[in-house]
């Protein structure tokens, strides 16, 4: 899996960096099938003060991609909310690819 994270307006610290891969890591132990992802951080003055640091991730997997974003007053919590919101899509992802393939009826 190969991680790629950008900051917009903002310095990625090895700290930062170190959070975010740790909870990445819980993403790829549900789904082996992840090829790539790609974090964007950035903080945007002209929003509201509790709304400005924004976090996006966007998720490539094998025939689709998954995105997800979170703003928060806090870089941590919203890289915490967005890794959140990606995990649910993809438990959601990886059920319907699982559910996809039934057991036929056989005829006696």
Known sequence: MNI?????HVEITPGMRSHLEDK?????????????????????NEKEKDLRNHA????HLKGKDLFAEAHNGDMY???DLVVDKLDRQVLK????????????????
């Open 24 to 44: 990445l890591k819980k993403i790829s132990g549900h789904f082996d099938q992840v090829q790539n992802m790609t974090v964007t951080l950035s903080i945007n």
């Open 93 to 108: 992802h990886k059920e319907k690819v699982q559910d996809h393939h039934h057991q036929t009826l056989k005829n006696t």
């Open 77 to 79: 919590h919203a890289m």
């Open 4 to 8: 790629k994270i950008l900051g917009h």
């Open 56 to 59: 996006e991730i966007t998720l």
